[in-house]
C-alpha cells in the first residue's frame, strides 16, 4: 500500500499545530474545520486554539496527504491514508463534509506487553492468566471494544503469549500490529494493480495456504469473519481477532451478523454454534475516564437457539453456565446468563 508523507511533513500546512504533531503525549488530533481543533492527550479530549488555520490551509494539507497516494480530495472526497511512520489519517472534504475534516490518529511510542498492561491496571491479573490458559489450550481470543478504547494495545500484548517457535499470519487494513517475530508473515489490504483491491476477506482464504500456525485479524468487520470461522474450526487454534462492540456479548452476535454478511452465508443458527466452537473467551476492552482498561471477560460455552441467548459464564466458572430462560427467540439478543 502506498503510503503519504509522516507527522513531521504535515507541520507545514497545518499552522498552529506543530507542537501536537511533535508531542508524543498526544494520541489523537481531530481537526473539525478551521480553528477547530481537538486533540487526546493520556486518554483526555481537550480543545486546542489554532487560529491560524484556515480553510486554505487545511485544504493544502489534504492534498498534501492525497498525492501520494494518487488521489485528489477533489475527485475522493473521503480518503483514508496511513503516513510513514504508520500514524492513520482521515480525511473528509466537500461536497461530503461542509468543510475539511482532519483526523490523525498517531502510531503509539510504546507497545506494552501483558505484564505492563497488569501493571498499570489496564489488564487485571486473573484475566490474564485465562487468555494464557486459553492461547496455551490452542483455543481462540476475540477482543471487543469500542473506537479507541485499546483493542489493538491488548491485541499486541496478547500475541506475545504466543509460542516463539510457531507461525503467525496478521492480516490488517493497515500494518498497525506490533509483532516482532522471526517466522510471521503479514498482509494488508488494499493492496491492488486493477481495479478491484484486495480485501481482507480474500487475505484471510489465502493465509491458510501459507502454513499458519495462528491467525491474527487485526479487526473484523464483514464477510471476512465467516472465513476466519471456519478457519478457526479446522486447525488453527490460539488464534486471535478483535470487533467492534458494545460489551462482550455482543461482540458474539456482531461476530456473527459479520458471518451472515458472506455471500455464502450458512443459516444464523449454524453460523452461532460456529462462533461458539470458534471462540472460547471475549475480553472487551472500555475506556472511561483517560484510562483504557479490561471491563470484561467471557468463557463462550453455547448457543441455545429457542431462546437466541448465548450462553456464557466467568473464565474458570464455564460448568455451571446456563441460558437465562425467555419467551423471545427472535432476533437474537445478549443476557446475563
Given at each position: 500500500m502506498k503510503r503519504a508523507s509522516g507527522v513531521g511533513h504535515l507541520t507545514p500546512f497545518l499552522p498552529g499545530l506543530e507542537g501536537?504533531?511533535?508531542d508524543p503525549?498526544?494520541?489523537?488530533?481531530?481537526?473539525?474545520?478551521?480553528?477547530?481543533?481537538?486533540?487526546?492527550?493520556?486518554?483526555?479530549?481537550?480543545?486546542?486554539?489554532?487560529?491560524?488555520?484556515?480553510?486554505a490551509w487545511l485544504h493544502r494539507a489534504a492534498i498534501h496527504i492525497a498525492r501520494p497516494l494518487g488521489l485528489d480530495p477533489a475527485t475522493n472526497p473521503v480518503l483514508d491514508a496511513r503516513l510513514e511512520d504508520g500514524s492513520r489519517v482521515a480525511i473528509c472534504t466537500p461536497p461530503a463534509s461542509p468543510v475539511v475534516a482532519i483526523t490523525i490518529r498517531r502510531f503509539g511510542g510504546r507497545a506494552f506487553s501483558a505484564e505492563d498492561l497488569v501493571r498499570l491496571g489496564s489488564l487485571p491479573e486473573d484475566i490474564l492468566e485465562a487468555a494464557r490458559s486459553t492461547l496455551a489450550a490452542?483455543?481462540?481470543i476475540l477482543v471487543s471494544g469500542g473506537t479507541g478504547s485499546g483493542k489493538t494495545t491488548l491485541l499486541n500484548a496478547l500475541?506475545?503469549?504466543?509460542?516463539?517457535?510457531?507461525r503467525i499470519?496478521?492480516?490488517?487494513?493497515?500494518?498497525?500490529?506490533?509483532?516482532?517475530?522471526?517466522?510471521?508473515?503479514?498482509?494488508?489490504?488494499?493492496?491492488?494493480?486493477?481495479?478491484?483491491?484486495?480485501?481482507?476477506?480474500?487475505?484471510?482464504?489465502?493465509?491458510?495456504?501459507?502454513r499458519p500456525d495462528h491467525i491474527v485479524v487485526g479487526e473484523v468487520r464483514g464477510g471476512e469473519a465467516a472465513d476466519l470461522l471456519q478457519a478457526l474450526n479446522t486447525g488453527h487454534g490460539g488464534s486471535?481477532?478483535?470487533?467492534?462492540?458494545?460489551?462482550?456479548?455482543?461482540?458474539?452476535?456482531?461476530?456473527?451478523?459479520?458471518?451472515?454478511?458472506?455471500?455464502?452465508?450458512?443459516?444464523?443458527?449454524?453460523?452461532?454454534?460456529?462462533?461458539?466452537?470458534?471462540?472460547?473467551?471475549?475480553?472487551?476492552?472500555?475506556?472511561?475516564?483517560?484510562?483504557?482498561?479490561v471491563e470484561d471477560a467471557l468463557a463462550v460455552c453455547?448457543?441455545?437457539?429457542?431462546?437466541?441467548?448465548?450462553?456464557?459464564?466467568?473464565?474458570?466458572?464455564e460448568s455451571g453456565a446456563q441460558p437465562e430462560r425467555?419467551?423471545?427467540?427472535?432476533?437474537?439478543?445478549?443476557?446475563?446468563?
Open positions: 501536537l504533531l511533535e503525549e498526544v494520541s489523537e488530533i481531530m481537526i473539525n474545520g478551521p480553528a477547530n481543533v481537538w486533540v487526546e492527550r493520556r486518554g483526555r479530549l481537550e480543545p486546542r486554539e489554532a487560529p491560524e488555520l484556515t480553510a490452542r483455543q481462540n500475541i506475545e503469549l504466543l509460542p516463539e517457535d510457531e499470519v496478521a492480516i490488517e487494513d493497515t500494518l498497525e500490529l506490533r509483532i516482532d517475530r522471526a517466522n510471521c508473515l503479514r498482509f494488508e489490504a488494499g493492496a491492488t494493480l486493477s481495479e478491484t483491491p484486495v480485501e481482507i476477506r480474500d487475505l484471510v482464504r489465502h493465509a491458510l495456504r501459507h486471535l481477532t478483535t470487533i467492534h462492540a458494545n460489551n462482550a456479548r455482543s461482540a458474539l452476535s456482531r461476530l456473527a451478523s459479520c458471518a451472515m454478511q458472506a455471500g455464502d452465508a450458512l443459516p444464523w443458527e449454524v453460523t452461532c454454534r460456529g462462533v461458539v466452537d470458534g471462540i472460547a473467551l471475549v475480553l472487551h476492552v472500555a475506556r472511561r475516564g483517560g484510562r483504557r482498561f453455547g448457543y441455545d437457539a429457542p431462546t437466541g441467548h448465548w450462553i456464557t459464564a466467568p473464565p474458570g466458572e425467555s419467551t423471545h427467540s427472535h432476533p437474537p439478543k445478549e443476557v446475563n446468563p
